[in-house]
């Protein structure tokens, strides 16, 4: 069983940064995918990024990409998610995911799953 505990968000006025952290209580499988997503308030779920754990794929959301950097620390199962120039749309629930990628889809759906973390963006 993997337990993921996300920690860094927070309030912040937009052009600011935050960097979102995600523990993983265990070394997930090699071919795991760590990742993110985010819900904003009445909104469905949405897909931020993921990396290979043990590899350089990385993915972003269209949308995402630019502001958005995905990254890990093997010696400390964590993985992390940048994001620079914070607008008020990007205030969610951010998520932390580790599962496996539908390579035929090219899609993660994450198998297991963090608490979530808020981050909310003033004007």
């Known amino acids: 069983q993997v337990q993921l505990v996300e920690s860094g968000g927070g309030l912040v006025q937009a052009g600011g940064s935050l960097r979102l952290s995600c523990a993983a209580s265990?070394?997930?499988?090699?071919?795991?995918?760590m990742g993110w997503f985010r819900q904003a308030p009445g909104k469905e779920r949405e897909f931020v990024a993921a990396?290979?754990?043990?590899?350089?794929?990385?993915y972003y959301a269209d949308s995402m990409k630019g502001r958005f950097t995905i990254s890990r620390d093997n010696s400390k199962n964590t993985v992390y998610l940048q994001i620079n120039s914070l607008k008020p749309e990007d205030t969610a629930v951010y998520y932390c995911?580790?599962?496996?990628?539908?390579?035929?889809?090219?899609?993660?759906?994450?198998?297991?799953w963090g608490q979530g973390t808020q981050v909310t963006v003033s004007s």
């Open positions: 990396m290979l754990w043990s590899g350089s794929n990385t």
């Open positions: 265990v070394r997930t499988f090699s071919s795991y995918f």
């Open positions: 995911a580790a599962g496996p990628w539908d390579w035929g889809t090219s899609t993660f759906t994450g198998e297991y």
